[in-house]
């Protein structure tokens, strides 16, 4: 921490003084069964960062999903029908990216297959709409999923 933040949260203190603090908080979470050390302090002294510390990604994990089949032809025809903006912010791709994004678009069954789990005939202008992908994660971000209407108040609600 830069000693002029420290100055400002603590004021004018002695080293004899932070050790003491240290020793206090050292005392008080071994005596809860917590051995305190940089990372249990993080929450205290939020901008000293241990340069220890290490983060590992890349870990090979097997996972078992259901997937539901799509029919493109029914995806092709939401999309002839409700063009390719997004149908909660009207982002699109190909006027944002240029060729590189024309065409790409999600499309969001606004009744989740997985809650009818079984084949269904879909009607690609009745049960489809094109979403961008950030829309439709934060449709599908909590358990129960938000329907387009109700997407466009919570964009419109943000100041």
């Known amino acids: 921490m830069h000693q002029n933040k420290v100055d400002r949260l603590l004021g004018q203190r002695s080293e004899s003084e932070i050790n003491e603090a240290y020793d206090f908080l050292a005392q008080r979470y071994s005596s809860q069964g ?5 990372v ?13 510390q290490t983060f590992r990604e890349g870990a090979v994990r097997q996972v078992t999903v ?6 493109p032809k029914a995806r092709q025809k939401c999309i002839d029908y409700y063009g390719l903006n997004c149908s ?3 982002f699109n791709f190909g006027k944002v990216y240029g060729q590189l994004g024309e065409g790409f678009i999600h499309v969001h069954h606004l009744r989740p297959i997985s809650d009818i789990a079984e084949e269904y005939e879909v009607d ?15 449709i599908h971000r909590t358990p129960r999923t938000y ?4 997407m466009k108040n919570i964009i419109e609600a943000q100041p």
């Open 40 to 52: 249990n302090t993080a929450s205290f002294f939020p901008d000293e960062v241990d340069s220890a």
């Open 147 to 150: 329907s387009i209407e109700e």
């Open 66 to 71: 259901n997937a539901y089949e799509r029919d």
């Open 34 to 38: 917590t051995e305190l050390n940089s």
């Open 124 to 138: 690609p202008v009745k049960d489809l709409r094109p979403v961008c992908p950030n829309c439709h994660a934060m």
């Open 88 to 90: 909660v912010c009207n």
